[in-house]
């Protein structure tokens, strides 16, 4: 049985700035969530009518077909992309702020961790 992998289908993706290719980092996969009908109307192209009910059911939609997944680029380090799965097409993007505003399981970056001391936060700092 040679080449039994070869018939792998697997997505390349390039990097926005130097366009090589970028890596996986092994990270989870954090799916994006909408709240009200008028977000998953909007960002899932579902009809109006199928959006309300949807709304209604549960508090929250999770949308399987977006998620933000880290890259690594060997020039530029690594990357938080924003993979979307259209059929058999991926679109992707550089993660931005809103984006992970709507994931899920993430910490909000802008305020610090309450159980985390002052000096392991300053130190964190420093590192970077």
């Known amino acids: 049985m040679p080449n039994k992998r070869s018939g792998r289908n697997t997505k390349k993706f390039f990097c926005p700035y130097c366009e090589t290719r970028l890596w996986r ?18 960002h899932t192209g579902i009809s109006s009518k199928k959006s309300k009910l949807l709304a209604n059911q549960n508090s929250t939609y999770l949308d399987s077909n977006k998620w933000i997944e880290g890259f690594c680029c060997p020039h530029h380090g690594s990357q938080w992309l924003l993979l979307s799965v259209k ?25 610090s961790n309450p159980s985390v001391g002052e ?10």
């Open 25 to 42: 980092l092994g990270t989870t996969k954090y799916h994006l969530f909408y709240k009200d009908a008028i977000e998953i109307r909007k």
């Open 87 to 111: 059929g058999k097409n991926y679109e992707y993007r550089l993660a931005k702020e809103k984006d992970w505003l709507q994931t899920e399981k993430t910490l909000d970056q802008r305020v």
């Open 119 to 128: 000096f392991t936060l300053k130190m964190s700092r420093k590192l970077r």
